[in-house]
């Protein structure tokens, strides 16, 4: 696929004949030394950064990267932690992060107590704390919902699925600590089930390609009776389960914590989809879907940038010429703009009849379309990954974002 905004990218290039003679071991040296060197210059730090910061409970990995740096996906290019440390690519709160350089370029270094230790006054009490407790990428305790369950799937698997057949005592709707039927779970490997309700239908917008259906979380429920129909019980409820939400074993999905933002393959390009949450703007912390999934070598991690723009319009002026009537203004108006303007058209022979007019001078414009200048929206990054599609959050946000707005690799 041929980037829109591939003329945003600065890249560089031998020319062939140039290095022909070369080894081939000295030409792969050369060329890996090259990308190295320009990937450490591209590292930006942001104005305002701190020389050192002390890592706090509720921070998480983007917001400390956005205190260092411009771009804080290219945490990766500067991190070097303490190698004698338990767990070097994990921050925790109470570690010191300190600003250095190395041969010119930005370093963000870790200090930490000996093994990973913390010093931590105890007093006695029944205490309840997680076994891992290093700081997320991202605010993952408010999205814990939409990081693991929306699902993407197809019609086949959604037609298969058991789905919800009716209520007790002719109820319409169940909510938590409520029962429902479940046409045909003979048989169970696990107690723990999921209602999901099937949803919009999601295609490429530009090959029409279809990507699958998403299917929103509705509820999560326990397996009281097998059977046809079976019996189960809302154990915990975003919305009341209606008739025809389909149920799938509970997934076992852990939530991303501790994942590098990263870019993706150079060159990288797709569109958003759909966007959850009913919304039709979307903004920071708004989860979209994009068309590109692990087929296009989409991971969890990677940063996308979103831009406006590269769509093509019709040029107003150059279609409704014939109605235009600048021809009646005094000379003085319309030279400045337009050059020297004779009733048999452009003049020709300016300043020599073999040489071509100024574009900015030549009477015909090139088409009646022209593209609009992309400009950037926002930063996504992918947290959860399909064949076809993937799932993104807006890390940051310049405007609101629309669906069918480009994501692209972000700049070298």
């Known amino acids: 696929m041929t980037p829109r905004y591939a003329g945003l990218h600065r890249r560089g290039s031998f020319a062939a004949s140039s290095v022909i003679w070369l080894r081939p071991a000295l030409v792969v040296l050369l060329t890996l030394l090259i990308v190295a060197s320009s990937a450490a210059q591209d590292v930006a730090l942001n104005p305002d950064h701190p020389k050192s910061y002390t890592v706090q409970s509720g921070d998480t990995l983007w917001d400390i990267a956005a205190r260092f740096l411009r771009e ?54 029944v205490r309840v704390t997680e076994l891992d407790q290093a700081i997320p990428t991202i605010p993952v305790n408010e999205l814990a919902p939409f990081l693991t369950r929306p699902v993407v799937t197809d019609s086949k698997r959604i037609d298969d699925a058991p789905y919800v057949v009716g209520f007790p005592e002719r109820h319409l709707l169940a909510g938590t600590g409520s029962r429902f039927f479940v046409r045909s779970i003979m ?17 490429d917008p530009d090959t029409k390609e279809k990507l699958g259906y998403l299917a929103t979380f509705v509820a999560g429920a326990e397996l009281e009776r097998t059977g046809d129909p079976a019996v189960l019980v809302v154990t915990e409820s975003q919305i009341e389960v209606e008739t025809g939400d389909r149920v799938r074993p509970s997934s076992d999905d852990a939530v991303i914590r501790s994942f590098m933002p990263r870019r993706p393959p ?16 979307i903004g920071q912390y708004d989860v979209v879907v994009i068309n590109r999934g692990e087929r296009e070598g989409i991971e969890v991690g990677h940063v996308f940038e979103v831009f406006k723009g590269g769509t093509e319009e019709r040029d107003q002026v150059r279609t409704r010429r014939a109605g235009w009537n600048w021809r009646n203004e005094s000379p003085a108006d319309y030279t400045f703009w337009y050059g020297d303007w004779e009733p048999t058209g452009w003049r020709r022979d300016w300043p020599d009849s073999n040489e071509p007019l100024p574009l900015h001078r030549r009477a015909e414009r090139p088409s009646t379309t022209y593209i609009v200048p992309a400009s950037m929206s926002g930063v996504m990054m992918v947290f959860k990954t399909f064949p076809k599609v993937s799932f993104g959050l807006i890390m940051a946000a310049t405007r609101p974002m629309h669906v069918e707005e480009t994501v692209a690799a972000p700049l070298d």
């Not at 150079?266 to 703007?281: H, P, W, Y």
């Open 266 to 281: 150079r060159g990288t390009e797709g569109k958003i989809i759909a966007v959850l949450g009913g919304v039709s703007q």
């Open 72 to 125: 804080p996906w290219r945490w990766p290019d500067v991190w070097r932690a303490n190698p004698g440390v338990r767990n070097p690519n994990r921050i925790y709160p109470g570690d010191v992060l300190t600003l250095t350089y190395e041969n010119g370029q930005p370093r963000i270094r870790s200090q930490r107590t000996p093994a990973g230790m913390r010093v931590v006054k105890l007093t006695p009490r």
């Open 187 to 203: 048989e169970a490997s696990t107690a723990r089930y999921d209602v999901l309700r099937p949803g919009q239908e999601l295609r």
